[in-house]
């Protein structure tokens, strides 16, 4: 008798032990007869990262048409006061090459104090520093500044990039810079691929793309860095750590 109850205590045992055994295993697609169920958001190096319904309105993801435009951007820059000129104060700073393509003798800028006051400047030359290796341009600056405001100190200019043709323009919300450069998510039905792109004029709330995109495709527009760790914990074997609409997590 003894021995049957044992027995038996083994069977049971080794047939719940498999049952949590396999409900421990990895989801996988389950087969229909209209095709496969997916559980959740997959990715496909071919086809991007896919993403059900019930995640996307989780995420609340906004997809974009791309459009063309023209940005003028405005660069701001660190100059230091060092002498005068009658009644103006001078001043000098760098700035990169690409900045210095568009800043020219004579353009106008405006200043501001640590104070907070606002000033009336000029440029009154550049002066190419890369002869040294150092990579910048100098930029050389008279400032109309009040006798109150002595050299020595240091201001804040701003200097407007003027606008070019119209190209592929993204709210800046949709651009993502790695390490290896910049991307953006197109989309592709139920499919997001991480497009690498290459930007240019940049500015708060939109940027330019010189490369890789054009009028017409559609991306997303945010929330692009979720959409990302999404694809990050798909492309790592599990499905990812999105919460889902009327569940607990």
């Known amino acids: 008798m003894n021995a049957m109850n044992t027995s038996s205590f083994s069977t049971i045992a080794l ?22 169920v997916i559980v959740g958001p997959e990715y496909s190096e071919n086809k991007g990262l896919y993403v059900p319904e019930d995640t996307r309105l989780s995420l609340g993801l906004k997809v974009i048409e791309i459009t063309e435009q023209s940005l003028a951007a405005t ?30 003798a004579g353009q106008t ?38 006798s109150s405001l002595t050299a020595g100190s240091f201001v804040t200019a701003h200097v407007t990039q003027p606008a070019g043709v119209p190209v592929p323009t993204i709210p800046r919300s949709a651009l993502v810079r790695a390490t290896d450069g ?23 709330d939109a940027a330019e793309i010189k490369d890789g995109l054009y009028a017409g495709d559609q991306i997303v527009s945010e929330p692009v860095m979720a959409l990302w760790m999404t694809e990050l914990a798909a492309v790592k074997g599990g499905h990812a750590c999105c919460a889902i609409p009327g569940e607990t997590l």
């Open 15 to 36: 047939l719940v032990a498999g049952t949590l055994l396999a409900g421990c295993q990895p989801k996988t697609e389950l087969p229909t007869l209209a095709g496969t």
């Open 75 to 104: 660069h701001e820059l660190s100059l230091y006061t060092y002498g005068k000129n009658g009644g103006a104060l001078l001043a000098s700073g760098r700035i990169a090459p690409a900045q210095a393509a568009t800043v020219k």
């Open 109 to 146: 800028l405006r200043v501001q104090t640590p104070d907070g006051q606002e000033l009336d400047a000029r440029v009154t030359g550049l002066k190419d520093l890369s002869t040294s290796g150092a990579g910048w341009v100098e930029i050389l600056v008279e400032i109309a500044a009040p």
């Open 182 to 204: 910049y991307f953006v998510y197109t989309v592709s039905g139920e499919h997001y691929m991480r497009t690498p792109v290459i930007p240019g004029v940049l500015t708060a």
